[in-house]
């Protein structure tokens, strides 16, 4: 039995580089000590913001101080990530983070002073204090804040409840991951196997129906025995959404969660009835395509998720990968695969597994360091997609940290799946239009196809969700566990059409997804999804500087509001066109399917 090398077995060429940050501990400490000397001087300027002077030595002192706290705190996470068992980094790592609260406190009187200034007393400080301009998008976001900020004891008081009202989602999680034990089921070999989440993932896409099913009913047989206490805990979490959108004087507690990011509810809205008015003939004919290719009688929820062709796995060396994504990537033009190159040859890449390693893929960085890459590389098709994803992620923040200054080199969460998925798209569209084996290229459309179906239109049925349920509540109507069953089932019927027939079970499917837990967060993947594909599009159709605006864009950072962003880069996410182009992707895969 092979068995997972240690960290030192791996070869330097596959490891990242973290030592260009410090070159060991003793480097660490060094900055760590620097940074704790700056916070006296960080508090000494409480009271004093509305001076010009003093505000910009603040703004000066606070970027010094965030500089040296992003290193520390990236250079002992991705330590800590190499071998999560090596004690010498959990404790740097618990040090940092412990740190980084006491930093945020000592610079909380920030934003609260600001606001509690004299109306106009910001323009006259950036009057007198030229060099205050480059924080003036900070200082108009902060103001915008203004007419939903409370008293300072108010304010107080918020604070010190933040923990009661979390505890909707940490009833949640512990209920569904630590309480919820599944039964036994029989696998495609007829053996008893418990089932947990993790392995039902696997179970729904066996080729074997009866395992399907069997797991379908299982698992959410189980949730239905607490349906009670999840309505509990999901609603208790609405009515927090609600009590705090009120008190902070907004509409709805839409609008309290997309305002901060200056996002129109109207984009909301428009997502949700584009999908509306495209489901017949994008996610009903898929039911019906997929329902002839599996040759059934009857197409049940649990038929949704099986691959329509089984593909030999292939052996992908790492070197291969990086040479099929950079062919992939190639309409991005010579700069971008130059960078591309950089990361490979210069050390952004943690590339294999080892012992104790965190799992996983992500990409993450500090201003002043490399934009990492953290891989478990394992051969797979799958993972060349992944490589492509988290360095699209890291050639993001490598161009906005270029061409920003530090204070707005961060990209929103609604920016931040963009230039990873456009990555993608641009590599699954080069892989189906150069395969010639047929069973692989329709397994590759398959792919393509279920990941618009889960990234979108599962996405938007969800947010449809949470805009029935929260102005449910926003109206005095609480709901029961009964009352979310029926809801879930009328969205799945309404989704999946005429052909599909809707299992009882699956309307306990709310229980299940943890994203209802930050509000109205998850209709940001159909938009992020849209736009990289309009993005995509827009570069492969070979459309006048279509790779100059894109680029825009990834320089951009947080320099705009989001949606202003996205503007710059040519994507215009106030009309509907990004997700009408997506649909349009979904449905020319759809003819490719069944042709």
């Known amino acids: 039995m092979e068995t997972t090398k240690t960290r030192n077995m791996i070869e330097e060429k596959y490891k990242w580089k973290i030592e260009k940050i410090y070159k060991d501990s003793v480097a660490f400490d060094e900055d760590f000590n620097k940074l704790k000397d700056l916070i ?31 290193k520390l705190y990236v250079y002992a996470h991705q330590k800590s990530d190499e071998d999560t068992a090596n004690t010498e980094f959990q404790v740097l790592k618990n040090r940092i983070d412990s740190f980084m609260a006491e930093l945020g406190s000592a610079t ?30 900070q200082l108009e976001q902060i103001l915008k804040m203004k007419p939903h900020i ?9 604070a010190a409840v933040s923990d009661c009202l979390e505890a909707p989602e940490n009833i949640f999680n512990m209920l569904s991951n630590a309480d919820m034990k599944f039964p036994n089921i029989k696998d495609e070999n007829g053996a008893e196997v418990e089932l947990t989440e993790v392995k039902y993932s696997n179970f729904i896409k066996s080729r074997n129906r009866r395992v399907r099913e069997e797991a379908f009913k299982t698992l959410f047989g189980t949730y239905s025995n607490y349906k009670n206490t999840f309505a509990a805990s999901l609603g208790a979490s609405i009515k927090n959404f609600v009590f705090a959108s009120r008190i902070r004087h907004y509409n709805s507690s839409m609008e309290a969660s997309l305002s901060p990011n200056d996002i129109p509810t109207k984009v909301y809205e428009n997502v949700l009835n584009t999908i509306d008015e495209n489901l017949k003939n994008s996610l009903h004919r898929y039911v019906k395509v997929k329902k002839n290719l599996l040759k059934v009688d009857e197409m049940h929820m649990y038929d949704l998720y099986v691959p329509l062709v089984e593909i030999t796995k292939e052996h ?13 990537l190639k ?18 890449i943690d590339v294999f597994e080892n012992k104790g390693k965190r799992g996983g893929a992500y990409s993450f960085g500090a201003y002043d360091t490399m934009p990492y890459v953290l891989l478990n590389y394992n051969y797979e098709l799958n993972d060349v997609s992944t490589l492509a994803h988290e360095m699209g992620h890291s050639i993001h923040s490598y161009y906005s940290r270029e061409n920003q200054p530090f204070i707005y080199a961060g990209y929103s969460l609604f920016c931040a799946e ?3 998925t456009t990555n993608e798209c641009l590599l699954i569209n080069h892989l189906i239009n150069t395969e010639k084996d047929k069973n692989k290229k329709l397994y590759l459309i398959n792919q393509q196809l279920e990941q618009i179906r889960t990234t979108v239109f599962r996405q938007v049925m969800f947010a449809q969700f949470e805009k029935i349920t929260h102005e449910s509540f926003e109206n005095g109507n609480p709901l029961s566990g009964d009352d979310f069953c029926k809801i879930w089932h009328e969205l799945n019927v309404k989704y999946f059409g005429p052909e599909m027939k809707v299992d009882e079970e699956i309307d306990m499917e709310w229980a299940r997804i943890p994203h209802f837990y930050s509000d109205f967060y998850v209709y940001q993947y159909a ?14 159709s070979g459309k006048e500087d279509a790779v100059e605006k894109y680029k825009q864009f990834l320089k951009s950072g947080g320099s705009d509001f989001p949606i202003e962003v996205l503007k710059k880069g040519g994507v215009d996410m106030t009309t509907p066109k990004p997700l009408l182009d997506t649909i349009d992707t979904f449905n020319k895969l759809l003819d490719m399917l069944e042709q």
Not at 108 to 122: M, S, V
Not at 527 to 540: D, E, K, P, Q, V
Request: a negative charge; one cysteine or more.
């Open 331 to 348: 309409p991005l033009g010579e700069e971008y695969l130059k960078i591309f190159q950089e990361g490979i040859q210069e050390g952004w």
């Open 316 to 328: 992908i060396s790492f070197e291969d990968a990086v040479e099929i994504v950079k062919e992939g």
């Open 108 to 137: 909380a009187y920030f934003t609260p002073e600001i606001l509690e200034l004299p109306e106009g007393t910001i323009d006259r400080l950036l009057k007198e204090e030229p060099k205050l301009k480059l924080y003036s998008f």
């Open 150 to 158: 409370l008293t300072k004891s108010e304010e107080e008081l918020l």
């Open 527 to 540: 938009t992020g999804y849209s736009a990289a594909n309009s993005f995509c599009s827009m570069i492969l």
């Open 418 to 420: 963009v230039a990873s």
């Open 40 to 70: 006296p001087h960080l508090q000494g300027y409480s009271g004093k913001l509305g001076d010009a002077k003093k505000l910009l030595e603040f703004e000066e002192l606070n970027e010094k101080a965030s500089r040296i706290a992003e």
